[in-house]
């Protein structure tokens, strides 16, 4: 059984890491797909019950005017003209974007979340600033992107981008007004055809959303979110796809919804996330009182605060209370379970083997990448795109795992900073890992939580590909203790509570109408 299982194990790694990009500090890379037909079109995605939108029609657009008008039709001949005299780079765009651009916004936003996630360096005299909005430009550059600050990003802008298209659905089949190309024969449509109405523009939609989330999200990178917006509607345009009134429409869909999201994450506490050392020095005292441990971080210099200690108290998507889902106590530290494990962790770095350390690797996902979130953000994408999925599809799907994610990461800062469980660094006297020990307690394991609760909501849009996903979850579990940064019950334990915490979010997505 253990051959077979490693036998498995190999199989599943050596797939994930062909279709998968690596994830060293050069990535992200982007996917090499094209337009394609998409597997359904989702006619009723109108009716769907939105995340934060009371309903597909809530958001007020005008009635798009006769396509036998003459505005339209000089809007036609005005669109025949631009794309008479395309350049070769306005040509490469159009490829690029593709008639499912959530995708390449997805990629943007994880670009942007490896490009953040760099700690702070401490000051001169040892002290340490933190990033902070009210000065983005530092020093320190604002945001770090840590893998809480990254799953809450991607969860808004997916949010918002599933809310949009919705109503963007909902308008699309009330009017039902044909893309240009099907009106204009001698218009070269761009993509594969696909007979979805184009009022109002569903790519207009996804750039406004996309661009005004990430852009307080990342408020350094305000101008090149512009110009990727800009270079994405005009290849709207250009695609033979739409007219400017689509576009206009969409992007009052999107400044609508962003607005509705963005008002929610002012409010949501993550401002107060990262906490004073006074406050920090309190839940740590208060865990030792609880329990007799606390974890010690090792670094030199220290940092005097752990990462976002009140993280747990960040609003959830799916959940009103994150102490119904808190995981039951780690090992005492005097408990046979608990000397076991010492004994597994200490097998592990003196048998180290190379298939060990690969997988420790792959899955690391530290600083200077996308973080865990990002990873499953990426498989996730590369299923879309195998699948065919339309742009509403593939936002729902990004939006329910998303929040999952966040869910899932809320839940484990709960119990890292409640149960405050040493690393094993600290308790296995001259022990060593080969991967940097992260700056919060250990358990429960963050990359554990995150891919249980991801694997789980693909588990769910991807039935065929259940089995897979979870495996690869279990692995970049178990990878967290070959690295030698957690122990085997963080990995074990953070599997279950992700797994659990993600059914809260599949229940939610059963209830949408989009599985009727």
């Not at 036998?68 to 490469?92: G, H, P, V, W």
């Not at 009210?134 to 969860?155: I, Q, T």
């Amino acid at each position: 059984m253990k051959k077979m299982r490693n036998n498995i194990t190999i199989l599943l790694l050596t797939a994930l890491v062909i279709s998968l990009i690596s994830c060293e500090k050069d990535t992200p890379q982007y996917l090499p797909y094209e337009g394609y037909t998409y597997a359904e079109l989702n006619t009723n995605g109108g009716n769907w019950v939105p995340v934060l939108q009371s309903s597909g029609d809530a958001i007020d657009i005008a009635v798009p005017m006769a396509t036998d008008s003459q505005e339209y039709l000089s809007e036609i001949q005005e669109l025949k003209e631009a794309m008479s005299t395309m350049t070769s780079d306005q040509r490469k765009a159009i490829k690029y974007w593709t008639n499912n651009p959530a995708i390449r916004w997805n990629e943007i936003a994880l670009e942007l979340i490896a490009k953040y996630n760099l700690i702070p360096g401490p000051n001169a005299d040892g002290t340490y600033t933190l990033p902070n909005p009210s000065n983005p430009e530092g020093p320190p550059a604002f945001p770090f992107a840590h893998p809480p600050y990254a799953c809450r990003a991607l969860a808004y802008m997916s949010v918002a981008q599933f809310d949009g298209l919705i109503s963007a659905w909902h308008y699309k089949y009330e009017y039902n007004r044909p893309a240009p190309f099907q009106l204009d024969e001698t218009i070269d449509y761009a993509y594969e055809e696909n007979n979805l109405p184009s009022y109002p523009s569903d790519g207009a939609v996804v750039a406004r959303a996309s661009r005004n989330i990430l852009s307080a999200m990342f408020p350094l990178e305000v101008e090149y979110l512009q110009k990727m917006e800009e270079e994405h509607l005009e290849s709207l345009l250009l695609s033979g796809g739409n007219v400017m009134t689509d576009i206009t429409a969409g992007l009052e869909i999107g400044d609508a919804v962003s607005e509705t999201a963005l008002t929610r994450a002012s409010n949501d506490g993550m401002k107060n996330a990262q906490t004073p050392k006074a406050v920090s020095d309190s839940i740590k005292q208060a865990a030792y009182d609880r329990f007799g441990w606390a974890w010690d971080n090792l670094e030199i210099p220290v940092r005097p605060v752990g990462l976002t200690p009140l993280f747990s108290k960040v609003t959830m998507w799916s959940i009103d209370d994150v102490e119904s889902v808190r995981p039951i106590p780690p090992p005492q530290l005097d408990s046979q379970e608990f000397l076991d494990d010492v004994e597994l962790l200490k097998d592990h770095a003196k048998n180290m083997t190379d298939e060990k350390r690969r997988i420790a690797n792959f899955w690391q996902d530290g600083l200077g990448t996308y973080t865990p979130p990002g990873h499953w953000n990426r498989i996730a994408n590369e299923f879309m795109v195998e699948y065919k999925l339309n742009p509403l599809q593939t936002t729902r799907t990004l939006a329910y795992m998303n929040m999952a994610i966040m869910d899932a990461g809320i839940s484990c800062w709960d119990a890292k900073y409640y149960y405050h469980y040493p690393r094993p660094i600290q308790l296995i006297e001259g022990f060593e890992t080969i991967a940097g020990t992260p700056n919060f307690p250990s358990y429960t394991s963050g990359h554990s939580v995150f891919s249980a609760a991801a694997s789980e909501v693909l588990a769910y849009v991807f039935p065929n590909e259940a089995a897979t996903v979870r495996a690869w979850a279990e692995e970049a579990a178990i990878s967290r203790v070959y690295g030698g940064i957690h122990w085997s019950f963080d990995a074990t334990v953070g599997t279950d509570q992700g797994r659990e915490v993600a059914q809260y979010t599949i229940d939610r997505a059963k209830a949408d109408g989009a599985d009727e």
